[in-house]
């Protein structure tokens, strides 16, 4: 880490060894069956995320693909 490191890794350039870009990565649980996870978010509301995650898992599953989907806006959620 360099002598004027501001801790914040976004805007820094440097190749410092305290740097763990998989740091924010949790392990699955081992007799977890998931293979990926997408998240469709955005902070501002209207601009068609249930209805991008809603055609997404459509497609997914007509794929065969096993879907699950959670809706974690809790002051109102639609799916």
């Known amino acids: 880490m360099s002598e004027n490191c501001s801790h914040d890794c ?13 740091s ?18 955005s902070g501002k509301g209207g601009v068609g ?5 809603s055609l997404l898992a459509t497609t997914l599953r ?4 096993a879907v699950g989907i959670l809706d974690a806006d809790i002051t109102g959620p639609s799916i």
């Open 49 to 53: 995320k249930s209805l991008v995650t």
């Open 62 to 65: 007509r794929r065969d693909c």
């Open 10 to 22: 976004s805007s820094c350039s440097e190749n410092c060894s305290s740097r763990d870009k998989k």
């Open 24 to 41: 924010f990565l949790k392990k699955p649980h081992e007799l977890s069956d998931i293979k990926k996870v997408i998240a469709v978010v």
